[in-house]
């Protein structure tokens, strides 16, 4: 406190509306963050079903996930996956943000939108669509076809973020390093890119968690032995409703997190220069 | 010092250049010859293509027809980077992820030049800019003038062959921007670099040129020296433009010579010397500078004395206006400075005045419309 003397402002009265306002969205919080409380708990539990609150203390549903091989590969597949479709997207996307902001031609909202469909194309449908486009091209449940729909399922995401970023760039940036001798190659380089690395993190993590976490469209294009970890865990708690489920939601959670945070830092430490 | 080579200095040519923006003719024909070395300023109201003209020299915009040449080089089909200019954008540019040191080396690390070297010039340039010091700030940590210095640094320390600045005093403040007139003339003498200088602003144009051109609607309608243009505007649009904002209109009776006699709608007369292109029966409007307006001038002072009513008073500081109504509701407007700072002894609406027009001060323009 620079002025540790001044006089304690008046105790802080907020007017009903924001208290109710404040409950609200304390409620809203709460409500979204439960599912996070129920599980992380029942992960530890040592009852075999799942139910809450949990019973005792035990560690054997993480020792589970260790004993059976096809979570740790569903694991690696989904990894694989996600981290495929997320540079592909990434460089997709921001190739076609820079052609979108720079450049007006007819069609090119028009363009966007249709970039943008999967975020609103029912899962089901676009998953039934990719199945019946990939089978006759012998890529259904192969490894580049389930790699394949997720770059469609991901691209918007990025685009999105793409184009947000671009578009606040000043053009004139890019013109002061062309008179500067800069070509359109070194410019993308050293100007344009920089100014959207914050941007295209945050599309890139985006992209990444739906991936891994997608369901739906995954369920058309898998096959037996080619399993994503969202579909193993489904297929789990099929047969055997114990906490194994929770402590794989556990671990993803923790990853999640972790990323979400470190690129957190490094998109704010983006945004000091802006 | 960044001093270019004066025999180095290269001259730029535009010859009946044209561009279109979708059905908009931006600029329509338009034919400059600028010396090397010579500093001209493209001065015109909002819209009129200055930019635009600025940008074509550039290379950020493509002629749709005419030639632009840099030295004997024809530049239509160059790309910037390849031109070797310096441009200052209006508001600045400056890269918000670098420093102000790497803004100002930005051209030279392209040139792929040896660090040394380029470390030598970026401190040269910054001190030139007198922003020795400043090279680990970013540019959100400098003030407008700072920022402008950062941008004028940038632009010449790759010792361009032309230097383009569109409206770079815009944003500033008025003392600012004067002080930065200076030393932006100054510098530009000193490394002798040829200068065009975008501007609306008349007195800009008129402290720093050395040639003006005037455009107006996508069209050069006077070039000349700042004395030229000042003095001798060309067409009412100019005039309007560089400041004789009285006009009053009139009919000519006679031509004698270059001289005109005018029946003002006052219900004076007038013999105006240096009269081009009227004729006896034209209807015109008289042009004047209120400074050239003289007030109660003395007796044999050779000027045409009229007599009018005092209408308005506008105090604005160093001078005040008189509006005075000469006859038949036809205003002249008087400039006078505030010698002796007595707003209180000005005279009042209503006042009786004489005012006095030197005939060679006066203009004439064949009525617009
Ligand atoms: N990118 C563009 N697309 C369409 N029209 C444009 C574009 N740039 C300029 N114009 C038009 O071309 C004309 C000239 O514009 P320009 O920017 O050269 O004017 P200016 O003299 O620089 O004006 P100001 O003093 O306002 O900067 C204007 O009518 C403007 O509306
Ligand atoms: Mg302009």
Redesign the pocket.
């Known amino acids: 406190m620079s002025q540790p003397n001044a006089a304690a402002p008046p105790a802080a009265r907020l007017p009903t509306s924001e208290r109710v306002l404040n409950a609200y969205v304390i409620a809203v919080l709460v409500f979204l963050a439960l599912p996070v409380f129920i599980v992380v708990p029942l992960a530890f539990s040592d009852d075999v079903s799942l139910s809450f609150p949990p019973r005792g203390f035990s560690l054997r549903w993480f020792a589970n996930i260790l004993e059976r091989p096809e979570f740790g590969r569903a694991f690696a597949l989904s990894a694989a996956i996600a981290i495929f479709a997320t540079i592909v997207a990434l460089t997709a996307g921001t190739l076609a943000a820079l052609g979108l902001v720079r450049h007006r031609f007819p069609g090119r909202d028009a363009t966007v939108t249709f970039f943008m469909t999967p975020l609103i194309f029912p899962a089901i449908v676009l998953g039934a669509a990719l199945a019946l486009m990939l089978s006759p091209l012998g890529l259904l449940r192969s490894f580049w076809g389930l790699a394949l729909a997720h770059v469609v399922l991901t691209f918007p995401y990025v685009l999105r973020t793409a184009l947000a970023t671009l578009s606040e760039i000043d053009r004139a940036l890019a013109e002061a390093a062309y008179t500067l001798g800069a070509n359109r190659w070194k410019t993308f380089r050293h100007v344009t890119l920089p100014l959207m690395r914050p941007g295209l993190l945050a599309g890139a993590t985006f992209a990444l968690i739906v991936s891994f976490d997608e369901f739906t469209i995954s369920m058309f294009l898998v096959g037996p032995g080619m399993m994503t970890l969202p579909l193993e865990m489904y297929n789990y708690a099929e047969f055997s409703l114990d906490p194994t489920i929770a402590a794989i939601s556990t671990i993803l959670l923790i990853i999640t997190s972790v990323a979400i945070i470190v690129i957190e830092k490094l998109v704010g430490l983006g945004k000091q220069f802006s | 010092m960044i001093k270019a080579n004066p025999s180095d200095a290269v001259g730029v040519d535009l010859r009946d250049v044209q561009k279109w923006?979708?059905s908009?003719l931006?600029?329509r024909g338009v034919s400059l010859a600028i010396a090397p070395g010579e500093m001209v300023c493209l001065l015109?109201?909002?819209?009129?293509?200055?930019?635009?003209?600025l940008r074509m020299i550039a290379g950020l915009e493509k002629p749709d027809a005419g030639d632009i040449r840099i030295g004997d080089t024809l530049v239509n089909a160059v790309s910037p980077w390849k031109r070797n200019i310096g441009m200052v954008f209006q508001n600045y540019a400056l890269f918000p992820h670098m420093t102000v040191h790497e803004n100002v080396a930005f051209g030279l690390t392209m040139r792929n030049r040896p660090a040394g070297e380029i470390r030598a010039a970026v401190e040269d340039a910054m001190a030139q800019v007198r922003l020795a010091g400043y090279g680990d700030r970013r540019p959100s940590q400098l003030s407008g003038g700072q920022r402008q210095r950062v941008a004028l640094a940038r632009a010449i320390v790759t010792k361009p062959n032309v230097l383009l600045l569109d409206?770079p005093l815009a944003a500033l403040d008025k003392k600012l921007r004067e002080q930065m007139q200076v030393e932006i003339r100054q510098l530009q003498r000193a490394v002798g670099i040829t200068t065009v200088f975008?501007t609306?602003d008349q007195e800009e144009a008129l402290t720093l040129a050395d040639r003006i051109v005037v455009?107006e609607e996508?069209q050069i309608v006077q070039i000349g020296s700042p004395a030229d243009v000042y003095e001798r505007p060309k067409s009412r649009f100019v005039s309007d433009f560089i400041g004789f904002t009285n006009a009053v209109g009139g009919k000519v009776v006679s031509v004698t010579g270059t001289t005109a006699r005018i029946e003002t709608a006052s219900g004076h007369s007038l013999d105006i010397p240096g009269a081009e292109g009227v004729a006896a029966g034209d209807e015109v409007d008289l042009v004047v500078r209120p400074e050239k307006v003289a007030i109660d001038p003395p007796e044999g002072s050779g000027c045409v004395v009229v007599e009018g009513d005092l209408v308005h008073t506008v105090y604005s500081g160093a001078v005040t206006y008189f509006h005075v109504d000469i006859g038949r509701g036809a205003i002249l407007i008087a400039m006078a400075p505030n010698a002796h700072g007595a707003a209180s002894a000005l005279p009042t609406s209503g006042a009786r005045l004489r005012l006095g027009l030197t005939p060679d001060t006066v203009l004439v323009f064949p009525r617009r419309g």
Request: glycine letters at 24%; one cysteine or more; aromatic letters at 4%.
């Open positions: 923006y979708g908009v931006a600029v015109g109201p909002s819209g009129c293509g200055k930019t635009t003209t409206e975008v609306h455009m996508g």
